[in-house]
């Protein structure tokens, strides 16, 4: 019986809002759905964040929708809004259908003197067909790659505290050959390494000219990896195939 592949995905979903600003998480959750992955790493998603999300937990109401278990990591933890209880919150969540044994939300530390937009990193532990698996879902700065640089020391440090399987993915805002992606990914397997450059192009969605979207695993053998070509956010999903060691 031949063995199923492991499928691993990324999203920046914009806060379920399309290329053209309309919110429509549902179609969100479709295109994850369509892709079957065991996992997912979302950025770009709204807790209770304000009007342009309706208030929502989307991480909550996708796993919902999809019949998954997800857990929201915060970048940007605001006071409630005037009238209302929920801590305003924005950051990454991941999701998956199968079991999750821990997950843990790290704030990412700023450079000194900087007041750049806080960021986060979330860790999990996932068995999947009677195999553990480490995930680390992020989203590095878009401004400053010195800021980049310094919490791609400390998703680093994150995947380096743990041992076997594991896939550090997300919107790294920089490319692949970029310093701080590389000292992030170093001895990692590209889960795209077989595309060819335009192919694994993932920003914007609908033209897309930089990838910055990224999947990279250890103690995995990349099968397949594709840039999907939807519009349901600024940027493309990647979804990647790999073999158990």
């Not at 920089?174 to 192919?199: C, I, K």
Request: aromatic share 4%.
């Amino acid at each position: 019986m031949a063995v199923r592949p492991l499928r691993i995905m990324t999203f920046n979903i914009l806060a379920g809002k399309d290329i053209h600003r309309e919110l429509n998480l549902e179609r969100t959750a479709d295109v994850i759905a369509a892709a079957e992955p065991d996992v997912v790493g979302l950025q770009e998603v709204d807790r209770h964040y304000g009007e342009r999300s309706e208030w929502a937990d989307q991480t909550a109401e996708l796993a919902a929708r999809l019949g998954w278990t997800g857990e929201f990591s915060p970048g940007l933890d605001l006071e409630p809004e005037s009238g209302r209880s929920q801590r305003r919150q924005f950051g990454d969540a991941i999701l998956t259908p199968h079991r999750m044994h821990s997950f843990t939300a790290h704030a990412l530390t700023n450079l000194d003197g900087t007041t750049d937009e806080p960021r986060g990193a979330g860790c999990a532990e996932i068995e999947i067909d009677g195999h553990r698996l480490q995930v680390i879902n992020t989203h590095l700065d878009h401004r400053s790659p010195e800021q980049r640089r310094h919490q791609a020391l400390q998703v680093r440090s994150l995947l380096d505290a743990t041992d076997g399987p594991a896939v550090v993915l997300g919107d790294l805002n920089a490319r692949p050959d970029d310093p701080e992606v590389r000292l992030l990914s170093d001895g990692l397997r590209d889960a795209a390494e077989s595309l060819d450059q335009a192919a694994a192009l993932t920003y914007p969605s609908d033209a897309p000219t930089i990838r910055i979207d990224h999947i990279f695993a250890r103690q995995l053998d990349p099968v397949r990896a594709v840039v999907l070509d939807v519009r349901a956010s600024d940027h493309r999903p990647v979804l990647a195939e790999f073999s158990w060691q």
